[in-house]
Every structure is written in structure tokens, then in C-alpha cells.
């Protein structure tokens, strides 16, 4: 069974500072793994993905994560935080062989000025 | 916009009611997805579609709960005899066969009463 686990409800990091969202997964097969953003009241945006390849995966506004398969961790990396980049993330595993992608509780981002 | 849309984005009935929702994917999209997000979680899988074919459905998704994607475009989501407990967010989502990233939508926030 698919499961992920963001261990952190919350993180807090000063403008320009780098930040780190955390994400470990759990699937029986190999994973694909996504990272989400949601803003108040708003649907998900894509961030990134990572599906095969190189560990370090790069994506939008900045963004990046890297893939750790001894970890089994997915965590969510940027070099220098934006007010603008607080909002509740989530990192969302997905099995092979199935479609549903797996949520946790999220991880809410605070970008202090 | 090219992006996934819902109808409505708000809904409030009282208990009992009936309601349906209405996603319209990304126009090359032929896979589709309903989730459930309530207040303080993320999303959960409720289904998905591959053209006009149901394929996976989740145990979440009760007898009171269809979804059809008739023609293979549009998918519609209907909730018979609303209960209390359906107050959420519902989310649609769409996805091309590759790369499988799923896009959402601004969801529908249903509120029963």
C-alpha cells in the first residue's frame, strides 16, 4: 500500500533564507513522486515530478527536490525562500500500475520578511 | 484558459439533496480523476477514468456517490441524499496517458447543511 508521511505540519524560514519541506514515501513498487502546492480556497499546482532519471529533479518558481531511494525521501529544496512561497504543500507518491496519488496532511509553508 | 475547470465552485444544499459537479479537463487529456479534500487534510482518491471507462474507484466512494465521463470529455460527479459529512472540497483533475502529471482544478466546495 501506497503511503506518505510529511513530518513536519509546519515550517518557518526567513525571507532569502533556503528551505526544506520534507517527504518520506512508502510504495510496493517503483515510485513516481510528486510535489503539489495549494494557495487558500484554490485548487493544486504542480511543482514537480520525479519518475525515472537523475535524483535531483528541478521545476517550477524555483524549486527542486531530491530523490532518495535508500531514504525512500523526497524532499523539497529551494536556495532562497519568497514571502509569495507560503502555502500548504504536498508531496503525493503514486505506484506503478495504479493512478490514485497518496496525500498526506501537508507541510504549511511560512516565509517570514 | 486551457486549464482544468469545475462547475460550480460553490454549493450549498441541505441535507437530503441531491447535487452533482462538473469537471471539463485539459482539452488532450483522456484521463481523469475525482478527489475529496476536507478541512485540514489532502485530497483523497475518489476515482479515475481512462476515456469513458471507470477504472479504479475507491472505497471512499459510498453507494450514494456515481461519476460518469460519458462521452470521454467532461465528467460529471453526483452525490445522492447529501449527509453533513460530504462537506468538502472536491477536486478534478486531468492528466494525458504521458507524462501522467496530474493538472487540477479550482474544485467545487460543497457545503451541506
Known amino acids: 500500500a501506497q503511503s506518505v508521511a510529511q513530518p513536519e505540519d509546519q515550517v518557518n524560514v526567513a525571507e532569502g533564507n533556503p528551505l526544506t519541506v520534507k517527504c518520506t514515501y512508502s510504495?510496493?513498487?517503483?515510485?513516481?513522486l510528486f510535489w503539489y502546492v495549494q494557495y487558500p480556497n484554490r485548487g493544486l499546482q504542480f511543482l514537480l515530478k520525479?519518475?525515472?532519471?537523475?535524483?535531483l529533479v528541478k521545476g517550477s518558481y524555483g524549486f527542486e527536490a531530491e530523490f532518495n531511494k535508500s531514504q525512500t525521501s523526497f524532499h523539497l529544496k529551494k536556495p532562497s525562500a519568497l514571502v509569495s512561497d507560503s502555502a500548504l504543500y504536498f508531496c503525493?507518491?503514486?505506484?506503478?500500475?495504479?493512478?490514485?496519488?497518496?496525500f498526506g496532511t501537508g507541510t504549511r509553508l511560512l516565509v517570514s520578511p | 484558459d486551457t486549464g482544468v475547470s469545475q462547475d460550480p465552485r460553490h454549493k450549498i444544499t441541505k441535507r437530503g439533496q441531491n447535487v452533482t459537479f462538473r469537471c471539463d479537463p485539459i482539452?488532450?487529456?483522456?484521463?481523469l480523476y475525482w478527489y475529496r479534500q476536507t478541512l485540514g487534510q489532502g485530497p483523497e482518491f475518489l476515482t479515475y477514468?481512462?476515456?469513458?471507462?471507470?477504472?479504479?474507484k475507491s472505497r471512499l466512494l459510498s453507494d450514494r456517490f456515481s461519476a460518469e465521463r460519458p462521452k470521454g470529455s467532461f465528467s460529471t460527479l453526483e452525490i445522492q441524499r447529501t449527509e453533513q459529512g460530504d462537506s468538502a472540497m472536491y477536486l478534478c483533475?486531468?492528466?494525458?496517458?504521458?507524462?501522467?502529471?496530474?493538472?487540477f482544478g479550482p474544485g467545487t466546495r460543497l457545503l451541506v447543511l
Open positions: 503525493a507518491p503514486r505506484d506503478t500500475g495504479f493512478q490514485k496519488l497518496v
Open positions: 520525479y519518475i525515472t532519471g537523475d535524483n
Open positions: 477514468f481512462q476515456n469513458e471507462a471507470q477504472l479504479e
Open positions: 483533475a486531468s492528466s494525458a496517458d504521458y507524462p501522467e502529471t496530474q493538472y
Open positions: 510504495v510496493s513498487g517503483n515510485p513516481y
Open positions: 482539452s488532450e487529456h483522456n484521463r
